[in-house]
């Protein structure tokens, strides 16, 4: 089941988030050190100011626990929303948990306006790239940032 989240699940979504990001940071070399920025060590602070600015995030609950989350960020340029934070616990994976996430969040941006959705992943993981694609989305561009250590991504879905 895919709800929207409430702000007192806020702190349990970081944490959600943050062990399953945790899972790819040693595959590319991110720690507090050299990449304090990543997803993996995501700060509850910030999903606190994506839910007072009102952007959607929801969970995914399997077997009466949170097991996914997810948030768009609509606004951006030429309609475009962004998918966020696309996570889902290590022990629940290949549950086709995430393609419902995506499939919940396109719906949902779609409803809100938006004509195309983007994400940003590290382009070195090919297997989250080729699993994104298979989704729909086309790599647009790359960019290499001095505070990571690996190279990011763009990806967007014509809505």
């Known amino acids: ?30 720690t507090r050190e050299t990449a304090p920025r990543h997803t993996s ?8 100011d994506q839910y007072d600015r009102g ?19 609509p606004g951006g340029e030429e309609g475009a929303c962004e998918l966020n934070h696309l996570a889902v616990l290590p022990a629940c994976r290949h549950l086709g948990i995430g393609k419902a996430l995506v499939d919940h969040a396109v719906r949902e941006a779609r409803a809100m306006g938006c004509r195309k959705m983007e994400i940003s992943i590290i382009e070195e993981n090919t297997v989250l790239k080729n699993w ?25 879905l014509a809505l």
């Not at 702000?7 to 399953?20: F, Y």
């Not at 060590?41 to 606190?48: D, G, K, M, S, T």
């Not at 952007?55 to 960020?73: Q, T, V």
């Open 1 to 30: 089941m895919i709800r929207p989240v409430r702000r007192e699940e806020l702190e349990a979504c970081a944490a959600l988030v943050r062990e399953s990001f945790a899972t790819v940071a040693p595959q590319y070399g991110i």
């Open 41 to 48: 060590f995501l700060p509850a602070r910030r999903l606190f």
């Open 132 to 156: 994104y694609q298979a989704q729909g989305f086309v790599p647009v561009r790359t960019q290499k940032f001095d505070f990571f250590p690996f190279t990011c991504g763009y990806l967007e």
């Open 55 to 73: 952007e959607p995030m929801y969970l995914y609950e399997h077997e009466r626990r949170a097991a996914g989350y997810c948030s768009l960020s």
